[in-house]
């Protein structure tokens, strides 16, 4: 396949699962997006072409829908705080403007699942009018309206995941027990936006998608502890202010405090759908229920499975939260050889550590055993730049319930100086044998 598949918004979640499915497929996958680095770490990386460029500024645009046959339009700005319901109608009228000029034969959209006759919240309101600015323009528009998306890395279901992990007793508003969603599996979401590029009949068409179910916003929850066997109830509140739930959130999941905003001030909707033509135009697409996709999510609970996002050459220790994980990373420059290097590594490694992967001048992933509050996993990748050789330590650690967070939050600084003096360590006998042994975790 010849013709160009352009990705933009190519750092956020649904373009990484997207893009790996089209390279499957044998499509020609050009990425567009603002920060090129931040896809460094992704699997796909070589295998794309990448583009920098923004919505926000039209002249760099026209270099990236150049040659380009269809192009998916995955891009939102909530992460940018106040005015973004402006910014994301200016994007997507810049982005209409330029595949259209540029002879893009089919734009294909992904929005937000709402009732656009009803009163719904102003990010519902602008994900709806994204895509009615987008069809404004000469080149068809193809666009699918989803709700909460089940997978790994989802910002809904990872709110839900980190959440129903720490609460025994998850408190929430009363909204919770009768507001309605329709979740849908990723795979199922990526299934639709495949099919789009191959069935005809379907160009040009609103879709709204769902998962089998329809459940309430507090059986999301009570499904997901079952499937990750913890016993869980909720807490139900006559009234929690949005912004008070969106800071907690901030706090405990991945999700930062105006994308949290946002989604919870949507969730006072309900999110189903009312029109399911959907089902007739793509019957290939089977669909999966949350049950199913959250126990798919779970085994993907391996550092194998993350997306490298701290992979960027930003700075060279990081913190964060990933997919079900509390990560670690630490970078160093070390004045020795890679083989040396791998040597040092496997010379601390501990009685107690089970070495789950091994692959010489690329990688060594030893997972620590019994661990009550949690898997842990430690990574070291090791390669060579020039004559600079450079080690990466990366500590994966999924907290079980709230034994996990307790552990992690209680020694968080324990953790960093242990990880800071290994690393040290290693570096140190690169140039001298391997003597002493690490101590445990």
Known sequence: MNNIILVTGATGYIASRLIPRLLDSGYRVRALARDPLRLRGRGWFRQIEVVPGD?????????????????????HNM????????REIEGARNFASAAEQAGVEHVIYLGGLADPEQHIAPHMRSRIETGVVLRRGKVPVTEFRAGVIVGSGSISFEMIRFMTELF?????????????????????????????????????GIYEIGGPEVVVYKE??????????????????????VQFMAFGVSLITPVPYPIAHA??????????????????IFPEVKLITFDEAARKALGFLSPVHVERVWDDGGHPVKTLKQEGFFIHHREIKVNAGVDKVFRAIM??????WQVETKQENEKIVVRVKDQFAGDKWLEWRVGQIGNLTYMSQTFFFAP????????WYLLYHFHIMFFRNLIKKIGGECATPVRRKASSL
């Open 220 to 241: 999301l929850m009570l499904k997901y502890a079952r499937a990750r066997g913890l016993r869980r109830s909720m807490l139900l509140l006559p009234s929690i202010p």
């Open 55 to 75: 919505a926000m500024t039209p002249s760099t645009l026209a270099p990236a829908l150049e040659g380009v046959h269809t192009a998916y339009y995955l891009i």
């Open 347 to 352: 010379g601390v490694m501990q009685s107690n």
């Open 168 to 204: 025994p007793i998850a408190p929430g508003p009363a909204w919770m027990s009768y507001k309605k969603s329709q979740p849908i599996a990723i795979q199922n979401v990526i299934d639709y936006l495949l099919a789009a590029l191959t069935v005809p009949g379907g160009r040009g």
């Open 400 to 407: 079980c319930g709230l034994p996990g967070f307790l552990y």
């Open 263 to 280: 989604l919870i001030d949507a969730l006072t909707d309900d999110s189903i759908v009312k029109h399911p033509e959907a089902l007739a």
């Open 79 to 86: 992460s940018s705080g106040r005015g973004y319901t402006e």
